[in-house]
């Protein structure tokens, strides 16, 4: 397996796959990390929550984080990490077009809307089911890959353990 650093490009052309991820965010110094669904357009990710505990924490303190990972196999998978700034969309003329634009990229992605809806449909108290439509800006990404080792062509190196060597040669 051969793992590599991805450029920045590289990163943002994997978030175009992106659905489930990991949003890290912190009130009174103290983390809170869950799963969300987000969408990336441009130079954010959009996303959709009721109200609740991570949209008190980034009104709180907007610095947040999202892990996102594509695994494949053990020996093929890809991991990203974005720094972020949280930024709510009201539910004003102001933001009507992002908010759109949040809507419909998020609507593209399978079950979007379930945990937002499971949270609110799980409460003892009913309540009046009033999206909070976010979206944060990418200030930083990072990201690695990892790849299966390609198998070299030609005869087994010299000097291999017996054992290795045996497999090698009926292999070539």
Known sequence: ?????????????????????????????????????????????YGFSPEGKKIECMRANPLVCVEIEDVKSVEEWTTLIVFGTYEELLDTGEYETMRLLAHELLRKRAVWWQPAWVAVTNTKQAKTFSPVFYRIRIDRITGHQAAREPIPLGSPPAGQPGLLRRVLRQIW
């Open 1 to 45: 397996m051969v793992v590599s650093e991805m450029t920045e490009d590289e990163c943002r052309l994997a978030l175009s796959d992106v659905t489930l991820c990991r949003l890290a965010c912190a009130q009174a110094g103290q983390p809170y990390v869950v799963p969300v669904y987000l969408a990336y357009h441009c130079n954010y990710l």
